[in-house]
């Protein structure tokens, strides 16, 4: 099995910075890619960023310039440095991640999910 552990939510006021970080523990043999997605209040689920194992990173546009996802292999960690927040980025912040385990089959994990408040 394997877990995803996130931390770093929490309240900000706009224009402010939080870094979110998710660590995947258990029976991993290699991991494709890990990344974030988020939810917020009546809207659909939407991809932010990812990163694969080679490095490779991909944004959504409306936090281009603004979010920056990196990654630790070595402890099998991923993190997403946010900055100059606004009141739309308000949302649940879920870690995902694509990962081999030693039997040979490739399964996506899910966090539980972090909350992101941006408000004054």
């Known amino acids: 099995q394997v877990q995803l552990v996130e931390s770093g939510g929490g309240l900000v006021q706009p224009g402010g910075s939080l870094v979110l970080s998710c660590a995947a523990s258990g029976s991993i043999s290699s991991i494709n890619v890990m990344g974030w997605y988020r939810r917020a209040p009546g809207k659909q689920r939407e991809l932010v960023a990812t990163?694969?194992?080679?490095?490779?990173?991909t944004y959504t546009d409306s936090v281009k310039g603004r979010f920056t996802i990196s990654g630790d292999n070595a402890k099998n960690m991923v993190f997403l440095q946010m900055n100059s927040l606004k009141p739309e980025d308000t949302a649940v912040y879920h870690c995902?991640?694509?990962?081999?385990?030693?039997?040979?089959?490739?399964?996506?994990?899910w966090g539980q999910g972090t909350q992101v408040t941006v408000s004054s």
């Open positions: 995902v991640a694509d990962i081999w385990g030693y039997s040979g089959s490739l399964y996506r994990y």
């Open positions: 990163l694969t194992g080679g490095g490779t990173t």
